[in-house]
C-alpha cells in the first residue's frame, strides 16, 4: 500500500488530474531523472509534455488559455511529480506560483493577453526575480531600481540572485521587484528577450540540479509603461500574496518528496535481507516506517486544508506558512531515514534516495527561510507583540 491512496473527498476532477500526473512522473520523468540530475541538464522535452497535458497552466482561466483548475488540483500534481523529482517539480512550481501567477493576480487585460496564453501552455517559462545578493529575507533592501523615462516608461538597473527559470531556451518573461520611488516597490513584467537583461551562467547547486537557477543581471533594460504590474508602489503586498500561493506549491513538493523517500525505504526494506530474513521484519525497521507514515499523513491533512482555504477565499497565510515549515522538515526527516535504511547503498549517487536526500535541504531556504515562516506564523498567532 502506498501512501496518499486515501482520496480525502477529493472530486472526480482532482482525482483525474492526480492519477495523470501520477502516471506522468512514474512513465516520463523516473526514467530520466537520475541522469537528468548528474548532467544538470534543463527537462525541455519533459516541459513540452507537461504543457501538451496542461500542467503549465493548471490554475490560469480557461479565456487566457489555462485549464482554469482549483489549486489543490494544482497542489496534487505537483506532490506526484516531485515524489520522482524535485528538479521537474520545482520548474512547474516556480513557473506557475511565480512566474504566471503575479500576472494572472495583478496584471491588466493587455498584459494578460500578451503573456498568459504562451505561459499557461509551456510554450514560454515564467520567472520571478525578488532575490537579490543583498535582499533574500530582508526584500526591504531590493537595490534594483527603475527609474521613470521621459514620455513614459522605465529604465531598471540592477542585479537578482537565485532566480528559477530565469535563462532557459524557452523563458519569456522574468517579473521583477524594484525601486519605482523613494521606499517605493513596484513589479514590473521584464521580457526575457529584452536587451540589457543577462542571466548569468547556471549556478552549481546540491539538489534540485535539472532546475534553472541562475543570477540576473539589469544593465539599461528600457521598458514601456506597459510594464508596471498593477499600481506603481503596490510591489510589497503583490509578492507577499504571490509568496502566499508559492508556499502552498513548495509544501507540496516537500510532501512529495517525503512520500517518494518513504515508498523507496519501504520497498528496500521489503526487499534487504539480513540475518536470514527481510529487514522489515525487524522491530526498529517497522517503528521508522511507521512513524514516517504518521508524519506524512499529518503534513498531508495541514497542506490541503490551507490549500483548500486558498480555494475557498479564505485567509490562508498562517496555514500556508505552518504547511511550508512542516513539509520542509518533514522532507529532510523522512529522506535521512529513508538512506539510513538504504545503508551503503542509499550513500551512492547511483541510488534514487541520495537524489532525494540532497534534493530536501533547499525546502528549508527557498520560498521563504524557516525563521520567516516562523515569524510569519509568531504575528498571526498573536505571538508578537502589535508596536513589535
Known sequence: ????????????????????ARAFAEGEVAPVAEELDRESRFPYEI???????GFMGMTIPEEHGGAGLDVLSYVLAIEELAKVDSSVAITVAAHTSLGTMPIAMFGDEAQKERWLPDLAAGR????????????????????????????????????????????????????????????EVSNLVVPAD?????????????????????PVSLDGVELGPEALLGERGAGFRQFLAVLDGGRLGVGAIGLGLAEGAFALALAYARQRRQFGRP????????????EMATEIESARALLYHATRLK???????????????????????????SLHIHGGYGWMEESAIARLYRDAKVLDIGEGTVEVQKMVIARLVGAVPPDA
Do not use: H
Not at 516541459?47 to 497535458?53: D, F, N, P
Not at 529584452?194 to 541562475?214: N, Q
Not at 480555494?311 to 513539509?327: H, Q
Open 194 to 214: 529584452a536587451p540589457g537583461y543577462r542571466p548569468g551562467p547556471p549556478l552549481r547547486k546540491i539538489g534540485w540540479r535539472a532546475s534553472d537557477t541562475r
Open 124 to 183: 514560454g517559462l515564467g520567472a520571478f526575480g525578488l532575490t537579490e545578493p543583498e535582499a533574500g529575507s530582508d526584500a526591504g533592501a531590493t537595490r534594483t531600481r527603475a527609474a521613470a523615462r521621459d514620455g513614459g516608461g522605465w529604465t531598471v538597473d540592477g542585479s537578482k540572485m537565485f532566480i528559477t527559470n530565469a535563462g532557459t531556451d524557452i523563458t519569456a518573461c522574468c517579473t521583477i521587484t524594484a525601486l519605482t520611488g523613494p521606499d
Open 311 to 337: 480555494d475557498a477565499g479564505r485567509p490562508f497565510t498562517k496555514e500556508a506558512a505552518m504547511a511550508k515549515l512542516v513539509t520542509g522538515r518533514l522532507a529532510q526527516t523522512v529522506a535521512e531515514r
Open 279 to 290: 529487514i522489515v521484519a525487524f522491530q526498529a525497521i517497522q517503528f521508522q516506517l511507521a
Open 1 to 20: 500500500m502506498s501512501l496518499g491512496s486515501v482520496s480525502l473527498d477529493l472530486t472526480d476532477q482532482q482525482q483525474s488530474v492526480r492519477d495523470t
Open 47 to 53: 516541459v513540452a509534455k507537461l504543457g501538451e497535458l
